[in-house]
């Protein structure tokens, strides 16, 4: 069945640094691809999404790459804030049986520090 | 406008009581979904809805009830609570049912089975 893999954290970094959080999927087809982000306290927030093969999506400066090839859309940030700090979701929906189905990768969490 | 919000925020539960929780949105959506999230699980679904007056199992709908009997509002049940019903839930809603579609999540209600 469909499945999403994220790379394990916690990720720690320094404010200003580069970020890449791992995501892989398996699924037939041709799914669309989000993240979302969880701040502290808070629901999930969509962050960024792509639909099809060779999108890219981006959104505060994060962005990610929709790539068949390698079945992956990793997610990147060129300098994280302190304010970055959160839980991140990789997934992937599909139209299944009448509705949307969402399927998450375990999250993610960045830590960014001063 | 609110968007979508959860009530309660926490409860704490004993083995064998029973609770409701209260998931509503204001924007008009025509699916509504239950999720939990387990730690190192991302989110799991457990009931979800088409619309008003529907409703159908998810992935892990065991132990939980739900209702929609008004477009706005989705009902979470559980008749007998256990330990392992301990996690977090959260609501969210989506307007089409289509592989794109975002969905809106609220705020999360954190409950402890005791």
């Known amino acids: 069945g469909d499945s999403v893999t994220q790379m394990e954290g916690p990720v720690t970094l320094s404010e200003e640094a580069f970020l890449t959080i791992n995501c892989t999927y398996t699924a037939t087809g041709y799914p669309s691809l989000f993240w979302y982000v969880q701040y502290p306290g808070e629901g999930l927030q969509l962050l960024l999404k792509a639909t099809k093969a060779d999108d890219k999506g981006s959104n505060k400066g994060f962005e990610a790459t929709y790539r068949k090839e390698t079945t992956s859309f990793h997610l990147e940030k060129g300098s994280v804030q302190v304010s970055d700090s959160a839980v991140y979701f990789c997934a992937l929906n599909r139209l299944s049986g009448g509705y949307n189905k969402l399927i998450f990768g375990a999250g993610t969490r960045l830590a960014v520090h001063p | 406008n609110a968007g979508v919000t959860q009530t309660p925020k926490f409860r704490v539960l004993k083995t064998g009581q029973s609770m409701t929780l209260l998931c509503a949105q204001d924007m008009n959506h025509e699916y509504m979904y239950w999720y939990r999230q387990d730690p190192g699980m991302g989110l799991r679904l457990i009931h979800y809805?088409?619309?008003?007056?529907?409703?159908a199992k998810g992935e892990v709908p065991d132990g939980y009830n739900v209702s929609r009997l008004k477009k706005q509002n989705f009902l979470l049940g559980l008749e007998s609570a256990a330990p392992s019903q301990t996690s977090v839930y959260f609501c969210a809603s989506s307007q089409l049912a289509s592989g794109s579609e975002t969905q809106y999540f609220g705020p999360g209600t954190r409950l402890l089975v005791l």
């Open positions: 809805s088409v619309g008003e007056g529907t409703t």
